[in-house]
């Protein structure tokens, strides 16, 4: 049978009375179908053998008709697809392909899954048994050899498996297990219900309603509060009904997480020695590098594709898994880790493997929550070594800080005068704003103004606005003072000596850092003073300042009277003051907190308010004017000497020259400069060969180490004018602090850092100022205050300081160096050797290769044993590694297959440079990984890259997804006619011979009868006129009119027209035509129409009624009535035709609208059904969630005038925020500066990745914009 031909089986079929007709398929049925229901005969069509792929066939006849034809069965990942055996030696073989073993676990799973591949492949129960050696493993193994003789059927062996391996009374444990069962708390409910399905179909005895009752029994309690008992009709309903739960908790969880302050309320805790021993994690974990070392020590890594959830909310990906042995004392065993790039420590140990290990740890001190202190600020740095200093602590802010809220009113103790050098009023001009930033002025102004820090003036003074783009992507509302400046005498008042005040410093046990809200907006000016602060608003007149405002010069020397006298002399030696920072500190606790009080009841004397989120209390170290404080004493910041004692060993001669050109600077301080640098300067020698051995090596180090030492490294001394060299080079900035002391010049810090991706596309006019505003950042605690000179190699200050129109970070620059008392000058730069070997510092991959363990590690074995690492070598100070990736397709040189070894700190500047940059071309994800491939290599290469790529921002703005468009179909309820009506405008056309141009449209959804009307204008007053005459007085009051978002609907006046008439007003997403249903009824008028007016276009309006008439008496395909029947009762009769027939009686004509309107509903859902299937064949069912960020499109016009194409424009705009979902392809968006996107459809949008800035100008949500009625029903669009 499994080899006859057709006509073989139809005489077969023939001869048993079957019908002989169909395929050969339907005859091998016929006859399977028979043999089962008659096995005596099964002899006459015993099956012969056959070559070809499927010859394996069973050798007992029974068998093979109870398997006719072998049906096609997925093919198995551990061996070929499945045929007939001929002998049990075939049969077992099959057997063992089945990868289905048993080595004491789990029994259950096992019979399960071996009946599965029974019923699948089909061999007999003697088969199985002799096949049975091939799935057992261990003790069930021996256990089988061992009473094999005992089973003569495959149910006495399933007996005895039963017996052996599963529990006593274990149907009895099973039962109380589904009794006990709970959801837990946070089980997603499918997890649960499919645990609780798999117990209740091993005990058996359970239906599908009793099994629908316990999954409802056992749910949480949350779960109960949503799923009525009425509504678990059946497992897949529970299910749902379980699913939106899930969906509106998610999205209420997101909402709360996206809208509160994760710092009001933090936590307080303490852990024994985490870093060594307990980490509080439930898994353990290593790094990238550590994973990596496990597998050149033979260490299988498995691929595994997962999150986790971080403690501090963030989620990270867990790439793999390795398994490592552990040696605990005497013990040894093998344990899983997971591997999490991120970390920074080789090993985490978690949980899992401290319960392994049976040693018991203490476990920490619960967290304490700040209930009572909500605004504590930054209390994460606490170190009052014992519980009951914490708790005296917490209690003591949580009381003192509340008493700061009654302050009212600016400080008594102080105010800022302007003393000019001559009263000539200097003003400048209005620097003219585009809206976007107009907007942020008058929101700023209207803010101050409420807040009392402006107020309107007369003065003749004026200075200009500038707003400056801060680093969270806030703009700020400045003013630029330079001319006031300019004009203002300077205040004299002197600052504290830095040396005293370090001294005090020394062997402080407790440390306190306060800092003061606005503290420049708690000091009033003079009467006399606030006209000088004169600035101009177009279109709101001039204001000026009633407090002391950012950017006067003389500000800071204010600022430090005011608190020098209300702290005062006599709280010294534990409380001072420089400029805007109040340190307290003392030697026991009990006097800490009696110094605190003291401090705050002066402050709110004073009427001075703290910021306690920048306040720290109570740290036991401290970073000050370029020292590290704390509790052993004080010493010098290393960030101070990083940049020359980080500088790594130069792999050029040129290189050589930068730094012996640095360090010949100060050899008059270097004893024996020469015989140190000797080996150096051979380097630089003409036709010298290139080597770095040891002596070069030492000259280096010793060279470094004389820089960062005395007698060239030097404390600051404040009566000595400071000097900040700086220099910028393509590749990093460079700055040298030093003073001019007798001796000569010396240094009192180095810095130097290298450019970003966004720095490196600066001017070298722009980067020449970044070194110089970049250098007094760095160097803010020696020059704040003080007079002070910069001297560079590029007159890019002083052209900043003329400057007359800053914007951008111009801007920003300039107004920050306001406050500086900053003398300008200018140094050749083959005199600036200092700062220019700093900015010019190598920065290739090997730059600092001590940060990273993965490079420092190889470097080092590369070094001590090249042997072992025959695929890596060592060449100009690179390490480089033997590497084709399998992107590399091409013939390279031998020299071209070794690829540069790249450091963690190196390489997201490499993506960049192969990414962003110009010769880029920010291509795609494969483009990019070849570009880099080519020349670099680092683990985990591939992932980096792609995920750089995709978190692109340009190329999120500029790309599209290659992705069908969000948004599927969602059906609109309408129950009645004219419950519904949509509303379009079709022009402008050409003007007719009656003087219109528009035609108004107008439809009701449910029994589709259109109303055409001409309009002379479209205007507001137009179309509501329109809807009154020919919807309600003639159909009566729509519930709901939908429009387009064109200006006529959404004026007030047509808005407050339907509002009184109590018709809510919707409108569908912009660029979303498809979502207004009378687009579709558009197209066909405009094709009627079309076909009237021949070449006479203004006749357009001539033929409208019998249009109106046509449409209405025609059958519509989705209702499969007339619109007219609908409305009338009976179908309306042309003038050029017989009169119907006789009169119907109305109470006949209402039953056939009843029964027409039951019909209408049926076959309105018929074809949104129709509709839904064709429509969500090119959609997605993507549905963003309340704190998503996504990127709209955006669709923008070209612009001959101002030289502006759209298709070189943006596409898209963004990073933007959900922060309401209208439906489910409606939502509102709002940017990180507070702009908001109303009403877009999820089809123009598309998700954003990487790293989102979420910090924004005002990000309260109080701000949302009220939904009224309308808009909160506006979820049922057809789309």
Not at 179 to 192: I, L, M, P, V
Request: proline residues 6%; aromatic residues 8%.
């Amino acid at each position: 049978m499994y080899h006859a031909s057709k006509s073989e089986l139809a005489d077969l079929a023939t001869a048993r009375g079957l019908d002989a007709s169909g395929t050969v398929e339907d005859l091998r049925r016929r006859l399977r179908d028979y043999l089962e229901r008659h096995p005596e005969e099964d002899t006459d069509l015993e099956p012969t053998a056959a070559a070809g792929p499927s010859t394996e066939t069973f050798t007992d006849a029974r068998d093979a008709l109870r398997t006719p034809i072998t049906l096609t069965l997925p093919v198995p990942s551990f061996g070929p697809a499945p045929g007939p055996p001929t002998d049990d030696a075939k049969v077992i073989s099959q057997i063992r392909k089945w990868g289905c073993h048993f080595d004491g676990k789990d029994p259950i799973s096992f019979l399960e899954r071996l009946a599965e591949l029974r019923d699948a492949y089909g061999p007999s129960d003697q088969q199985l048994l002799k096949g049975l050696p091939e799935l057992l493993r261990g003790d069930p193994l021996l256990w089988l050899r061992n009473n094999r003789d005992q089973w003569r059927t495959w149910t006495d062996f399933e007996r005895d498996f039963r017996t052996q391996f599963l529990p006593r009374r274990y149907q009895a444990a099973l039962r109380r297990e589904i009794t006990d069962r709970r959801q837990r708390s946070g089980e997603a409910f499918n997890k649960y219900a499919t645990e609780m399905l798999t117990l209740m179909r091993r005990a058996g005895g359970f239906n599908r309603e009793e099994q629908v009752d316990r999954l409802y029994e056992n749910m949480s309690p949350d779960y109960k509060m949503y799923v009525r008992y009425d509504d678990a009709t059946s497992i897949s309903e529970l299910q749902a009904r379980a699913a939106d739960f899930e969906h509106i908790e998610k999205q209420r969880r997101d909402h709360l997480k996206a809208t509160q302050k994760t710092d009001d309320k933090p936590a307080v805790a303490a852990a024994y020695n985490k870093e060594e021993c307990y980490s509080g994690s439930e898994v353990s974990f290593i790094n990238d590098q550590t994973a990596e070392r496990a597998q050149q020590l033979g260490y299988q890594r498995c691929d595994y594709e997962g999150q986790i959830q971080l403690a501090n909310g963030a989620t990270a990906e867990i790439p793999g898994t390795v398994r490592l042995p552990v040696q605990i004392g005497s013990r040894t065993f093998t344990h899983e880790f997971s591997v999490l790039p991120t970390l920074e420590s080789d090993v985490l140990i978690g949980v899992d493997l401290w319960a392994r290990t049976e040693i018991i740890l203490p476990p920490p001190p619960p967290p304490t929550n700040l209930d009572t202190a909500p605004t504590c600020g930054k209390l994460g740095g606490l170190t009052p070594t014992s519980a009951d200093e914490r708790q005296r602590l917490e209690a003591f802010l949580a009381t003192e800080l509340e008493k700061f809220k009654a302050i009212r009113g600016l400080t008594d103790k102080a105010s800022h005068q302007i003393r000019l050098k001559h009263a000539t009023p200097i003003k400048q001009r209005y620097r003219p704003r585009n809206p976007a930033m107009q907007a942020i002025i008058d929101r700023e102004v209207a803010e101050m103004e409420a807040a009392g820090v402006i107020e309107p003036s007369r003065s003749a003074w004026s200075s200009p606005v500038v707003i400056v783009k801060k680093k969270d992507g806030k703009q700020r509302f400045c003013i630029d003072f330079r001319k006031v400046n300019d004009v203002t005498e300077r205040d004299a008042y002197p600052l504290p000596q830095i040396t005293a005040t370090l001294d005090k410093l020394r062997g402080a046990r407790y440390l306190t850092t306060l800092d003061l809200k606005n503290g420049y907006w708690q000091v009033p000016l003079t009467p006399e003073s606030r006209p000088i602060t004169a600035f101009t608003i177009p279109g709101r007149g001039l204001y000026q300042f009633t407090v002391m405002p950012f950017g006067l010069h003389s500000a800071p020397a204010t600022f430090q009277r005011l608190l020098d006298n209300v702290l005062g002399p006599e709280m010294e030696p534990n409380v001072f003051v420089y400029l805007d920072d109040i340190i307290v500190i003392s030697a026991t606790f009990d006097q800490h907190l009696r110094l605190l009080a003291e401090v705050f009841h002066r402050l709110r004397d004073a009427r001075l308010r703290l910021n306690p989120d920048k306040c720290r209390f109570c740290v036991d170290q401290l970073k000050y004017l370029g020292h590290v404080i704390d509790r052993e004493g004080i010493r010098t910041d290393p960030e101070k000497v990083s940049a020359v004692a980080d500088w790594p060993e130069p792999r050029t001669v040129k290189q050589v020259r930068q730094f012996l050109g640095m360090a010949s600077w100060y050899r008059r301080f270097i004893e024996k400069f020469s015989t140190i640098a000797g080996p150096l300067t051979q380097l630089t020698k003409k036709n010298a060969r290139w080597k770095w051995g040891e002596d070069e090596g030492r000259a280096f180090r010793e060279l470094k180490h004389t820089l960062v030492s005395a007698p060239v490294l030097a404390c600051p001394d404040f009566t000595r004018r400071f000097v900040l060299q700086t220099d910028a080079s393509t590749s990093g900035l460079g700055a040298v602090l030093t003073q001019n002391f007798e001796e000569g010049e010396r240094v009192i810090a180095y810095a130097s850092r290298t450019l970003n991706g966004a720095e490196r596309n600066y001017s070298a006019t722009e980067l020449e100022c970044l070194a110089v505003v970049w250098g007094i950042r760095r160097m803010k605690g020696y020059l704040e205050g003080y007079p002070f000179t910069v001297i560079t190699d590029h007159q890019s200050l002083r052209w900043l300081q003329r400057l007359e129109a800053p914007t951008g970070r111009l801007a920003r620059w300039l107004f920050e160096l306001q406050q500086y008392d900053v003398e300008v000058t200018y140094r050749r730069g083959v005199l600036n050797r200092v700062a220019d070997a700093l900015s010019r510092q190598p920065i290739s991959c090997a730059a600092t290769p001590l940060r990273c363990k993965w490079y420092r590690r190889l470097l080092e074995e590369v070094n001590r044993d090249p042997a072992r690492r025959p695929d890596y070598r060592i060449t100009d100070g690179r390490l480089l590694r033997h590497l084709l990736h399998s992107l590399d397709f091409k013939e390279h040189p031998t020299e071209r297959q070794w690829k540069e070894c790249v450091p963690q700190e190196q390489r997201t500047a490499i993506i960049h440079r192969y990414h962003d940059a110009p010769t880029a071309g920010h291509l795609g994800i494969a483009k990019t990984i070849a570009r880099v491939a080519e020349r670099f290599y680092w683990p985990g290469m591939f992932r980096e890259i792609a995920g750089y790529v995709r978190a692109c921002q340009n190329c999120q703005a500029h790309k599209a997804d290659q992705v069908a468009p969000a948004g599927a179909l969602h059906a609109t309820n309408i129950h009645r006619p004219w419950e519904h009506v949509t509303v379009d405008l079709v022009g402008p056309l050409p003007r007719s011979r009656k003087g219109h141009t528009w035609l108004f449209v107008l439809q009701d959804r449910f029994t589709k009868w259109v109303e055409l009307v001409p309009l002379r204008q479209a205007t507001a007053g137009n179309t509501t006129k329109a809807i009154t005459e020919r919807v309600l007085l003639r159909h009566g009051r729509p519930d709901i009119v939908l429009s387009d978002n064109g200006t006529q609907f959404t004026s007030a006046a047509f808005k407050n027209r339907l509002a009184e008439f109590g018709i809510q007003h919707r409108t569908a997403p912009v660029y979303a035509p498809h979502c207004n249903p009378v687009e579709r009824t558009n197209r066909t008028i405009k094709t009627m129409i079309s076909q009237f007016v021949e070449n006479d276009h203004r006749a357009w309006d001539e033929h409208l009624p019998a249009l109106q008439f046509a449409f209405n008496t025609a059958v519509h395909d989705a209702t499969g009535y007339t619109p007219a029947y609908l409305n009338h009762g009976r179908e309306l009769d042309a003038p050029h035709e017989l009169p119907a027939a006789p009169a119907i009686e109305p109470s006949t004509i209402r039953r056939h609208l009843e029964e027409a309107y039951e019909l209408v509903r049926i076959n309105l859902a018929r074809a949104f059904q129709r509709q839904e299937k064709y429509y969500n064949l090119r959609r997605r069912p993507w549905r963003p969630q309340i704190g998503d960020w996504v990127w709209r499109r955006d669709h923008q016009l070209s612009k001959k005038a101002e030289d502006f194409n759209a298709k070189l424009a943006p596409k898209f705009i963004g990073p933007l925020e959900v922060r309401r979902v209208i439906s489910p392809v409606i939502v509102d968006l709002r940017s990180k500066r507070g702009k908001w996107y109303r009403h877009t459809h999820v089809q123009h949008l598309k998700p954003a990745r990487g790293k989102i800035n979420k910090n924004n100008d005002n990000n309260n949500e109080d701000e949302l914009p009220p939904l009224n009625n309308n808009e909160l029903n506006n979820g049922n669009h057809d789309d």
